[in-house]
């Protein structure tokens, strides 16, 4: 690399100029242009922009030379290697590090800091609970030993992350709020629609702790964006206290909040009618009046989606084949207690099957459970023994010695009349078929729950106090961001259990004064994050003083590629 200038009447202008062969002969071409002399002097700070200049070509050459130049080293098949050392590291982490500190989170803990009176580092003990809870999830004694697999080794003891979780959880609102104003920098987010739900977690205890009032026995509902509830809360009641919060922490009034079935009371239909806010809510067509129940199921008078006729079809025009992919609806307003809402009613032959071969599997099961009648207990309304039938009397009538069970042919012919029917109730006047539209977005939060549950192994929660708990599902909750926000990166071509495998796979092994070489296969998928993320771990060695400065330009505040 060489300095290249021209000047003008009103200033000169510096270049970075690289010479190269190039077919058969030396090409000289302009790599970089670093400005005018005085805009180096002000973006800089220098007095000297020629200085400057020389001596960052200087820098430039001394990294180009670095990167070509050979390491050797020498190994002997009689010595032994060193006792107790660690010679893996993983550096699948500097991924995900490099989402957190784009985030903000550094900043978040620095200002949490500023409130409480702590010495420990608290950027690095949540960094590492929601690194680990990606890679290697468990309980916090392992995190705090599994980040000792990190090339960035932790500055913290395991006493202090017992301490940092009260709190974490004691600011779990503010690291919300802050959170989703700083993502904001990352990418537009729509907030138009919000979609809520409610899942499950229960934690390892044998009786109810009357003390704490989230560690109940049983299972407790946790709404992802993301407050905590009591098991014994009835779920319908958590959306008013959610909504509040997103009025006060995230300064949002006006959405259409899309809900399943178990959020759908009248209440929060009503509460979601009025001031900027509007409702899509799932409706179970067999709790529908009777008249409601035969309209939906009526074969006639459909629309299909994406006929830009309208031209009324019937179910029975449907072609088993050719229509596969067809989605036909129909529309129709009512009143009920005041509120006037729109049904909306879909029929697809796809989910007519998915029900169909859902049920004959409840059946099967079913079958089995007849032969072990002390199984039939009843638990919810999709339980399969819902379809065996009890008989205490003989056919004669009399009462017979013993209970015979049975498949209840009537219940099952029952339910069959509902397949690939599916209703949703709105208050909003759009199209039919963008409301369909927005409803059917409604599996990504179920994902969400999936991934929490599953991948990061929320469940089951060990913690006794209620603010360690809210700080296991905060750190949970962050960790879900900012895998998002690495899957995103990717372009979403890559599965979960791809990228988070991949990234525990990443180890490197240290040569103790030479550097890092990756003891991973490469791939497509370490090739896009590479990509994204503007660095290489996957050259065949990394010096020490690279591998340092890779980690240092993670935890900048630059904003991803693409």
């Avoid at 130049?69 to 032994?80: C, E, G, Q, Y």
């Avoid at 580092?121 to 697999?149: A, H, Q």
């Avoid at 395991?158 to 600011?171: F, I, M, N, P, T």
Wanted: positive net charge; charged residues 30%; glycine residues 4%.
């Amino acid at each position: 690399m060489r300095l290249g200038y021209s000047k003008s009447k009103n200033a000169i202008s510096y270049y970075v100029y690289k010479t190269g062969y190039k077919n058969g002969k030396n090409t000289t071409v302009m790599v970089e242009k670093l400005g005018t002399d005085s805009q180096i002097r002000e973006k800089y700070g220098v007095e000297d922009a020629e200085q400057w200049a020389r001596a960052y070509i200087d820098e430039l050459n001394r990294k180009e030379a670095e990167e070509k130049a050979k390491v050797m080293v020498t190994f002997s098949p009689a010595a032994a290697i060193p006792a107790d050392e660690q010679r893996s590291f993983n550096a699948g982490y500097l991924f995900l590090q490099q989402v957190f500190y784009q985030l903000g989170l550094d900043k978040v803990c620095t200002a949490i800091k500023r409130k409480h009176s702590f010495e420990y580092n608290l950027t690095s003990i949540l960094s590492r609970l929601v690194y680990t809870r990606i890679l290697f999830p468990g309980s916090k004694r392992s995190s705090f030993e599994d980040s000792r697999k990190f090339i960035e080794q932790p500055d913290f003891e395991l006493h202090q992350v017992y301490r940092a979780l009260s709190v974490l959880g004691d600011e779990m609102d503010y690291i919300q709020s802050a959170l989703y104003k700083n993502s904001l920098r990352l990418s537009k987010r729509r907030t138009g629609v919000i979609y809520y739900d409610c899942t499950n977690f229960y934690f390892e205890i044998e009786q109810e702790d009357p003390d704490n009032g989230l560690r109940q026995y049983g299972h407790s509902k946790v709404p992802l964006a993301f407050c905590i509830n009591p098991g014994s809360t009835n779920e319908q009641v958590t959306l008013s206290p959610l909504e509040k919060k997103l009025f006060e922490d995230f300064s949002l009034s006006e959405f259409i909040v899309c809900t399943d079935s178990g959020l759908s009371s009248l209440d929060n239909r009503v509460l979601n009618s009025r001031d900027g806010r509007a409702f899509i809510t799932v409706q179970s067509i067999k709790k529908l009046k009777q008249f409601q129940r035969e309209w939906c199921l009526d074969p006639d008078g459909w629309y299909r989606r994406g006929d830009p006729s309208r031209k009324k079809c019937s179910i029975s025009d449907l072609d088993e084949e050719l229509d596969r992919d067809t989605v036909l609806y129909k529309e129709r307003w009512f009143k009920e207690n005041g509120l006037e809402q729109r049904m909306i009613v879909t029929y697809s032959l796809k989910y007519r099957d998915y029900l169909r071969a859902l049920r004959e599997r409840q059946v099967e099961r079913a079958k089995g459970k007849i032969s072990n009648p002390s199984t039939l207990n009843k638990n919810h309304p999709t339980d399969p023994k819902r379809f065996i039938k009890e008989q205490k009397c003989t056919p004669d009538g009399e009462i017979a010695e013993k209970t015979y069970y049975s498949l209840d042919e009537e219940k099952i012919s029952a339910e069959a009349a509902y397949d690939g029917f599916y209703a949703v109730c709105t208050d909003l006047e759009d199209e039919a078929e963008a409301i369909v539209n927005i409803n059917q977005r409604r599996w990504q939060i179920e994902e969400c729950f999936r991934i929490m549950k599953h991948e990061f192994r929320a469940r089951p929660a060990y913690l006794s106090r209620e603010v360690r708990i809210r700080a296991h599902f905060m750190t949970c909750f962050v960790a879900l961001i900012v895998y998002r926000y690495l899957e995103k990166s990717l372009g979403k071509e890559f599965t979960v259990a791809q990228i988070t495998d991949q990234l525990r796979e990443m180890n490197m092994t240290r040569l103790e004064g030479y550097g890092y070489i990756p003891s991973y296969d490469r791939n497509a998928l370490t090739d896009e994050l590479h990509k994204a993320a503007g660095f290489r771990t996957d050259t065949e060695i990394i010096p020490i003083a690279k591998m340092r400065n890779i980690c240092k330009n993670t935890k900048s505040h630059k904003e991803p590629k693409g």
